[in-house]
C-alpha cells in the first residue's frame, strides 16, 4: 500500500466511526446494525485482556442474531431497562490503523461514552477494535471489540450500546 | 428496636415496608442475619492447594479465604492486628504469608502473627496484645466442595441448617462425569439501587417472567428459527422459554424448608437446554455420566430437574444450568450479586462453553433479560419509599401450603409466594433469637 492509499484509508475509516458514533447518539439502531456483516461478532469482554469469549463469560457476546434481538428489545412498550433509552454521546478517539490488507482494516480507537438514563449520568471508557470488511457496499464491521476499563468492577445493569 | 416492633413488621401474608427501607433495621441485620447464619464464602476448587486464597466479605465483613499449610481452608478477617489495615488487597492468589502494606506486621495462613519488625517497641510486647493475629471467623465447612462459614460461634451444623436443601447441591455435582465441579469462566458482579432481600424473593418468582422479560421474550420470538449449532442457540432459547404459559408456571414445583431455604422445579422444556432430553448435543456428555454411574443411575441424576435453589440469606444457585450467585448486602437499598460459573469435571468441553453462553444471557450485566430485573428492582426500591402505604403483599397461595417430606412444604401451585413467606419467617427468627 503506498504513503497516499494510507491516508486516504484512514480518512475514509475515521469517518466510518463517526458516522458508527452519530447513528447511536441518534437512536439510528436498525442503520446502526446495518453497519455489520452477516456473520458479525460484538463484545465486551468480562475480564481485562480476555482472548477467549468462549472460555470465559463476557458482558456481552452476540452475533449477528443476538445483536438483532438486542437492538429489537428497544421497540417493545415494556423493555423496562430501556424505556426511556439512554441519551449517549460516543467520543471517538486516537484511531490507529493496525493492519490492513485488501479484505479487511483492523483499526484501534477509543471511546469515552457519555449515557444519561432516569436522572444519573454514567461515563464509561474503552479500548476498542473494528474489524472492518471491504465489501462491495463498502466497508462492513466483521467484528468489534469494546474492552471497558470498568469491565471486572461491580456494575449496575448496562443497557446502552457502546 | 425492640423485639416487640419488629415482630409487629412481619405478618403471615404481608410485611412492613420499613424491612426494606429502614437503615436502622439493614444494621440489625448484618448483625442477627449476615452474623450470625452459615454463609456460602466460595468453593474448595478456589484454594485447591495450600497458599491459595482469595478476598471475599461476609455480609460486609472483609475475609480472606485461604488453604494452610496442613490443607484445612481458614477463613481469617481481613483486618491488620495493629492499627485496622486491610492485609490482602488482592482478589485471588497464592502466598506463603500476608504483610500489611502500613507497618509490616505479617501473618500466616492461618491468621497466626509470623512477625513483625522492630517488636520490642511496642508495650506490652505485641503478640500478647493483640490475640496474635488475624481474626479467625470461628465456624468453617463445607458441602459437597462448597465453602460456608458463620461469624457466630454457635448454632446449628452446617448439615442442620442445610437440610434437605443439600439435594440440590448433590444434584449440582452428581451431574459432573467425575463427581466433582470446579469454579471457572470468570464473575459476573452487578448492583442494583435496592435491598439485598429483593433478588432472593425474584429467584423462585414465576409469575414475575411474563411480564418483567415480556421484551425480551418478544424480541426472541420475531427472531427466524435459526437451529443449529451457532453460539447463539442458548441465548436465544433461554429466552423464548420465560415465555412460558402459564399452565407450565403453575405445575412447576416449589418447596420450601427450614432457615429460608427453597427451591423451585424447572420449567424448562427445551431439549437442546435439558440435558435429561435427547438431543444429540448431550450423547458424549451423557455417555461420560454413563460411564460412571450407569445408565440407570444416570438417567436418574439428569431427570432430577431443578431451575433456583435459594440457601437464605445469601446464596442462590442453578444446579441443572450450573450457576451460582452471591448476593452482598451494601447498604439498605444497595446489593451487589456475584454470578459464577462452574465446570462439570469430566464432561465434554462442549459442555462449559454451553455454560458460559447461559450464563452470559441470565447472569450477564448487559443481558436483555437480567437487565429487567436489576430495573425492576429499583423501581420497587423507589415504590417502597412511598409513605402512604406499609404494606407489602406476599399473599399469593398463602393458606394453600402442602406438606412433602419431612421439614419441607410445597406451594399450593408453582405461582405461590411461599417462598417468599418462608424467607420472612426465617428473617424474624434470626431478628429476633435472643443470641
Redesign the interface.
Known amino acids: 500500500m503506498s504513503t497516499a492509499a494510507r491516508v486516504e484509508s484512514r480518512a475514509e475509516i475515521e469517518r466510518f466511526l463517526y458516522r458508527e458514533a452519530w447513528l447511536l447518539d441518534h437512536g439510528r439502531l436498525d442503520d446502526w446494525l446495518g453497519l455489520f456483516t452477516d456473520d458479525a461478532t460484538y463484545w465486551?469482554p468480562?475480564?481485562a485482556d480476555?482472548a477467549d469469549?468462549?472460555?470465559?463469560?463476557?458482558?456481552?457476546?452476540?452475533?449477528r442474531?443476538?445483536l438483532?434481538?438486542?437492538v429489537?428489545?428497544f421497540?417493545?412498550p415494556?423493555?423496562?431497562?430501556?424505556a426511556p433509552a439512554p441519551r449517549t454521546v460516543h467520543q471517538v478517539g486516537n484511531v490507529q490503523v493496525v493492519e490492513a490488507d485488501a479484505q479487511e482494516v483492523r483499526v484501534e480507537s477509543t471511546l469515552v461514552l457519555l449515557e444519561y438514563r432516569h436522572e444519573r449520568q454514567r461515563v464509561w471508557g474503552a479500548l476498542v477494535e473494528h474489524r472492518l470488511r471491504r465489501t462491495a457496499d463498502g466497508l462492513r464491521i466483521g467484528a468489534k471489540r469494546i474492552a471497558l476499563v470498568n469491565s471486572?468492577?461491580?456494575?449496575?445493569?448496562?443497557?446502552c450500546i457502546f | 428496636m425492640n423485639v416487640q416492633s419488629i415482630k409487629g413488621l412481619v405478618q403471615p401474608d404481608r410485611v412492613h415496608r420499613a424491612v426494606y427501607t429502614d437503615p436502622a433495621l439493614f444494621e440489625l441485620e448484618l448483625d442477627r442475619i449476615f452474623g450470625r447464619a452459615w454463609l456460602l464464602v466460595g468453593h474448595e476448587s478456589q484454594v485447591r492447594n495450600p497458599g491459595d486464597f482469595f478476598t471475599t466479605r461476609m455480609g460486609r465483613e472483609p475475609v480472606i479465604v485461604t488453604r494452610h499449610t496442613d490443607g484445612s481452608v481458614r477463613v481469617l478477617v481481613n483486618r491488620c492486628a495493629h492499627r485496622g489495615a486491610r492485609v490482602c488487597d488482592a482478589t485471588a492468589g497464592t502466598a506463603r504469608e500476608f504483610v500489611c502494606a502500613y507497618h509490616g506486621w505479617t501473618y500466616g495462613t492461618d491468621g497466626r502473627l509470623r512477625g513483625l519488625p522492630l517488636p520490642e517497641g511496642y508495650e506490652p510486647p505485641a503478640g500478647e496484645s493483640t490475640d496474635g493475629g488475624l481474626p479467625r471467623v470461628p465456624r468453617v465447612d463445607a458441602y459437597r466442595g462448597f465453602v460456608f462459614a458463620s461469624l457466630a460461634e454457635r448454632g446449628p451444623t452446617l448439615v442442620e441448617f442445610l437440610g434437605p436443601l443439600r439435594a440440590s447441591f448433590d444434584d449440582f455435582v452428581e451431574r459432573a462425569p467425575d463427581g466433582e465441579v470446579e469454579m471457572a469462566g470468570g464473575v459476573f458482579k452487578h448492583a442494583y439501587q435496592g435491598n439485598w432481600k429483593l433478588v432472593l424473593e425474584n429467584h423462585n418468582d414465576t409469575v414475575h417472567p411474563a411480564f418483567v422479560h415480556a421484551s425480551s421474550i418478544w424480541a426472541a420470538r420475531e427472531q427466524p428459527a435459526a437451529g443449529g449449532e451457532a453460539y447463539s442457540e442458548i441465548g436465544v432459547r433461554q429466552m423464548l422459554q420465560n415465555g412460558a404459559p402459564w399452565e407450565v408456571w403453575e405445575n412447576t414445583g416449589v418447596w420450601v424448608a427450614g432457615y429460608g431455604h427453597s427451591w423451585m422445579g424447572d420449567y424448562h422444556d427445551d431439549s437442546r437446554l435439558v440435558a435429561a432430553l435427547d438431543h444429540p448435543a448431550f450423547a458424549e456428555y451423557r455417555a461420560a455420566l454413563e460411564r460412571r454411574l450407569g445408565p440407570d443411575r444416570a438417567a436418574r441424576v439428569l431427570g432430577e430437574l431443578r431451575w433456583n435453589s435459594i440457601v437464605y440469606p445469601n446464596c442462590s444457585f442453578m444446579s441443572q444450568f450450573r450457576q451460582l450467585r452471591v448476593v452482598y448486602p451494601i447498604a439498605v437499598d444497595r446489593t451487589a450479586v456475584y454470578a459464577y460459573s462452574f465446570r462439570l469435571k469430566g464432561a465434554p468441553e462442549r459442555m462449559f462453553r454451553d455454560t458460559i453462553a447461559f450464563s452470559n444471557v441470565v447472569n450477564g450485566t448487559a443481558s436483555p433479560v437480567l437487565t429487567d430485573d436489576l430495573e425492576v428492582y429499583e423501581r420497587t426500591q423507589r415504590g417502597l419509599g412511598a409513605r402512604r402505604s406499609d404494606w407489602v403483599y406476599l399473599g399469593r397461595g398463602h393458606g394453600g401450603d402442602v406438606p412433602d417430606r419431612a421439614g419441607v412444604l410445597r406451594g399450593r401451585s408453582g405461582t405461590s409466594e411461599i417462598h417468599i413467606r418462608n424467607q420472612f419467617t426465617a428473617w424474624l427468627e434470626y431478628m429476633t433469637a435472643e443470641t
Open positions: 465486551i468480562l475480564e480476555q469469549p468462549f472460555a470465559t463469560s463476557s458482558i456481552v457476546y452476540e452475533d442474531r443476538l438483532e434481538i438486542r429489537r428489545q421497540q417493545h415494556r423493555a423496562h431497562a430501556r471486572e468492577a461491580e456494575l449496575d445493569g448496562v443497557v
